[in-house]
């Protein structure tokens, strides 16, 4: 009986030390039929290992690592892919920071593209590259639109 228990020991060990390798800061389970996301410990991953992963709206949820920030001293790990391509054929450098550390790093924290140096950029108060303030700006006056539409008004508890 003792050696059943030496087996299963080997294989749960077996198991941390792959969850530790693939997802030392954990993983980001999401539903490919809903928006639903779920984030998850090393540990859980290594029992998903043993026991299978997780399934939501009758299917295996998609797996994918959680990325520390690659700034000196953040330990976030809700970070954006960042992206730096130079010219079409460069291979494409791929660094991920969080929304707190893009702009310092010359990323747009919202398309995660490099654009320090470009005067639109650098001078947006919230860090976002010129195709993404637009976008929100866009948002925004939407949002303003449907809002005087319906009467909503800005001291409206409930707006």
């Known amino acids: 009986m003792s050696w059943i228990v030496e087996i299963l020991n080997m294989a749960k060990s077996v198991h941390s030390g792959i969850a530790g390798d693939v997802y030392p800061h954990g993983a980001r389970l ?4 809903c928006r639903y996301t779920e984030d998850v410990t090393t540990d859980q991953c290594a029992r998903y290992f043993a026991e299978g992963w997780p399934r939501h709206c ?8 959680l990325w520390q920030c ?9 970070t954006i892919e960042c992206r730096l391509q130079m010219y079409e054929e460069d291979e ?3 660094e991920r920071y969080c929304a707190e ?3 310092e790093h010359g990323y747009c924290y919202l398309c995660g593209w ?7 950029f650098d001078f947006d108060p919230g860090g976002l590259c010129p195709e993404c303030r637009s976008q929100v700006d866009a948002d925004q006056r939407a949002e ?6 319906w009467g909503w008004m800005e001291s409206d508890p409930y707006g």
Not at 58 to 65: L, W
Not at 70 to 78: A, L, R
């Open 70 to 78: 690659e700034h000196e001293g953040c330990e976030s790990t809700d």
């Open 144 to 149: 303003e639109e449907e809002a005087a539409e």
């Open 30 to 33: 999401h539903c490919k039929e």
């Open 58 to 65: 009758g299917q295996h949820m998609v797996v994918g690592k």
């Open 92 to 94: 494409e450098t791929v």
């Open 101 to 103: 550390h893009c702009r």
């Open 114 to 120: 490099f654009w320090a140096g470009i005067e639109r």
